[in-house]
C-alpha cells in the first residue's frame, strides 16, 4: 500500500483536495476528524486534556470553545496539548493504516495539516503539498465567520511558510489555478505513485518487488 501525506498551510485548498484523491479511489484518513474522536465523550484525550487544562470538559468530552481559552496564545500551553494529543493521533493513525493494508487498500492520503510540524513526513511514501498565491490563501480565510487578519497572522505563526512546505514536497497541487487544473493533477499523481515500479522517496525496490527502507 502507497501512503502518501497531504498538507498545505490554512486556505490553501487542503480538504478539496483531498475530495479529489478520494475520487480517485483514495482511501482518505483525516488528522482533524481523528482529533475530533479523541475529544468526544469516551474519547483517549478527554482525561488527560482536563488533567493538564481544567475546566474545558463538558458533559464528558472537550468544549474547543473553552480549550481555545485555555491556550489562548501561549505557546507553552500549545506545546503542552499537543504532547498529548500527537502520539494519540499518531497511535490511532497506524491502527487505521494496519487495517486499510489488511483490506487490500492500495493508495491511502493523511490528511495531517501539520504534517511538517509534527515529523510525520517520516512516516509517509511521498508528500503532497497543497498551495495558492498569498491573496487567493486570504481572501478564502478571511471569508470564514469570525475569522480576522490579526488570528489569520496568529494561526500562519504556528506553520510553517507555504514556500518551506513547497520545496520539502514531492509533489505540489495549486488550487489557485482552479478545480480542473488541481483535479488533473491529483489523477496525474494517482497514476505516478501506482504505476509499476514506481518507488517511494527513501526506499529501493528489493528483488522480490516489496519496498525497503
Known amino acids: 500500500m502507497i501512503v502518501l501525506g497531504l498538507t498545505g498551510s490554512i486556505g490553501m485548498g487542503k480538504s478539496t483536495t483531498a475530495a479529489l484523491f478520494a475520487d480517485e479511489g483514495a482511501l482518505v484518513w483525516n488528522a482533524d476528524e481523528a482529533v475530533h474522536r479523541l475529544y468526544a465523550p469516551g474519547g483517549a484525550a478527554v482525561g488527560p486534556v482536563e488533567e493538564a487544562f481544567p475546566g474545558v470538559v463538558i458533559e464528558g468530552g472537550v468544549d474547543r470553545a473553552r480549550l481555545a481559552a485555555a491556550l489562548g496564545d501561549d505557546p507553552a500551553a500549545f506545546r503542552r496539548l499537543e504532547q498529548i494529543v500527537h502520539p494519540l493521533v499518531a497511535g490511532g ?5 494496519a487495517a486499510a493494508a489488511a483490506r487490500g487498500v492500495r493508495l491511502a ?105
Open 93 to 97: 493513525r497506524a491502527e487505521d493504516l
Open 109 to 213: 492520503v493523511l490528511d495531517i495539516p501539520l504534517l511538517y510540524e509534527t515529523g510525520a513526513e517520516a512516516t509517509v511514501d511521498a508528500v503532497v503539498v497543497v498551495t495558492a498565491p498569498p491573496a487567493v490563501q486570504a481572501e478564502r480565510v478571511l471569508a470564514r465567520p469570525g475569522m480576522t487578519r490579526e488570528r489569520l497572522d496568529i494561526i500562519l505563526a504556528r506553520q510553517m511558510p507555504d514556500a518551506e512546505k513547497r520545496r520539502r514536497a514531492d509533489f505540489v497541487v495549486d488550487t489557485g489555478q482552479g478545480l480542473d487544473v488541481a483535479r488533473d493533477r491529483v489523477r496525474e499523481i494517482v497514476g505516478m505513485v501506482l504505476a509499476e515500479g514506481w518507488t517511494p522517496r527513501g526506499r529501493t525496490l528489493s528483488e522480490d518487488g516489496e519496498h525497503r527502507q
